[in-house]
């Protein structure tokens, strides 16, 4: 669905979600410059934004190659449970420097799922970076909580990355979907910007025969992919 | 000290710009959402606001729309500093200028620390 004409208009979406990142870096060297300063946590912070910008283009890239047919991801055996906790470990620091609280959750021990793991760890990182960058809170100056998350469903194993979004509604991502790369914001309820993240992650997942959906889990909701578990293994 | 409430949905930018306006005087109200941002000129009476129009929930012009429902805050000065380009917003100035009484309008990008404070003080001399 993102072939074509649709590649154009993600394309149009990560560049609208680029400014963010690097207006923070003009702005944080100008107040530097200002200040008379520059503080190791500020460089810091620069750094920490050119590299998430330089991380989407890359999650990008790789969505369109794979959108356009250009390169396969080959499926193999991919522990959910090593993949979210690696994931949450790349975006501790910019989790921080938004105030987020990152928590993994693995309910119990599963079989390796069939992804493959540098897709994988592409489409969860563009999840985190859009899901960690937007704040979403009706009351404000309090610290956000993320969870990274895998349960069990009769369908498969189920990841994602849910929040203090209720009010997610299945009907809205598909809209959003729709408006990739044409409207400013096509995901309200969930983040403030162009969504490219989300859409990048999208492609990705769907290269590896998933996608991303609206998900529960607890009290929290967010995005979320099932993946199929590896026979290879189940039948050991 | 002149009070300014931020409306600017990524924490890290709010940051830069409040350090920016805290040294220049200002005191600074930052929330994130349309909502808040509602109840915060409520609390806070502040002198002007400057808004992102891109924000979860309900976005800016949505805001602005209900924020000038209230006759109370009809003289406070908005600005509103988005990453929108202007391109989109073509068609959009004059509702904004005249019937939302938006004092400026700033393409974020492209609009430096110095120019943001500038426009504050057109706005609140």
Known sequence: ?236 | MKRIVLIEPNSVLAKLYRQMLQKNGYDVVHVTTAQAGIDAVDAAKPHAVVLELQIPTHNGIEFLHEFRSYPEWNDIPVIVNTVITPERLQGLEESFTQDLAVGAILYKPKTSLDQLLLALKEQLP
């Not at chain 1, 680029?18 to 923070?24: A, F, G, N, Q, R």
């Not at chain 1, 503080?39 to 356009?68: P, S, V």
């Open chain 1, 1 to 236: 669905m993102y072939a074509g004409k649709d590649s154009t208009a993600t394309l149009q979406a990560v560049a609208e979600q680029l400014k963010v990142p690097l207006t923070i870096i003009a702005r944080q060297a100008e107040l530097n410059q200002a200040l008379g300063q520059t503080e190791a946590d500020d460089l810091r912070a620069m750094h920490l934004q050119a590299t998430t910008a330089l991380t989407l283009i890359d999650c990008y890239l790789l969505g369109l190659a794979l959108a356009q047919g250009q390169t396969q991801l080959e499926l193999e055996p991919v522990s959910l449970s090593s993949m979210l906790t690696s994931t949450a470990h790349d975006l501790y620091y910019l989790a921080r420097q938004h105030g987020v609280e990152l928590e993994v959750q693995v309910a119990g021990r599963y079989a390796p799922v069939m992804a493959n793991r540098r897709g994988l760890k592409a489409a969860l990182l563009s999840l985190g970076y859009d899901l960690i960058s937007s704040n979403n809170t009706s009351g404000d100056n309090r610290y956000r909580h993320l969870t990274l998350a895998a349960h069990r469903t009769p369908h498969g194993l189920v990841a994602g990355m849910y929040g203090e979004y209720q009010d997610i509604e299945a009907h809205e991502w598909r809209t959003a979907l729709k408006l990739c790369g044409q409207a400013g914001q096509p995901f309200t309820s969930l983040c403030a910007g162009s969504g490219a993240g989300l859409f990048v992650a999208d492609i990705i997942l769907r290269s590896m025969t998933t996608q991303l959906r609206v998900g529960r889990r607890q009290k929290e909701a967010g995005l979320a992919a099932t993946f199929l578990p590896s026979q290879q293994l189940v039948f050991i």
